[in-house]
Each structure stands twice: as C-alpha cells, then as structure tokens.
C-alpha cells in the first residue's frame, strides 16, 4: 500500500503524519529520519489495527500543490 503523509518542517525538527491513518506520526531531527520513523510507525499502526480485529484504512488521501503569488 501507499500512503500519502504529510511532511512539516519546524524550527528545530520535522514532524509527519498520515491523514488515512489518524495517529499515526513521527517527529524527528531530520527529515530523512522522520520518514524511516514514519514508515516504522506505519507498519506498527497497521499492525496493530489486525491485531486488534480492526480494518485497515485503504489509501485514500491525495495532495496537490497550489501555486499562488505573494501579496
């Protein structure tokens, strides 16, 4: 499966999340590190949701850059 997830960065780290598996985040110093965790969490979270008998949100979520200019 794919997911999409949404990347932030911060002042001092970067956090991300994914918008079809509430809950699911990472926080890291660096970007390339917040992806490993968040892809770790992914796997725990879906994990976890078939332990528990729960359904296994499918990918559903899509992004799209805007461009606008600056005012």
């Known amino acids: 499966m794919r997911y ?5 960065r911060g002042e001092k780290s970067w956090g991300a999340h994914v918008p079809d598996l ?3 985040i990472a926080v890291a110093e660096t970007r390339g590190e917040v992806v490993r965790l968040l892809r ?3 796997d725990f979270h879906i994990q976890g949701l ?3 008998g729960l359904p296994v949100p499918q990918p559903s979520s899509e992004s799209e850059i805007v461009e606008v200019g600056a005012s």
Do not use: L, N, Q, S
Request: net charge negative.
């Open 4 to 8: 999409m997830v949404v990347i932030e």
């Open 50 to 52: 078939r332990e528990d």
């Open 40 to 42: 770790e969490a992914i």
């Open 22 to 24: 509430p809950g699911c």
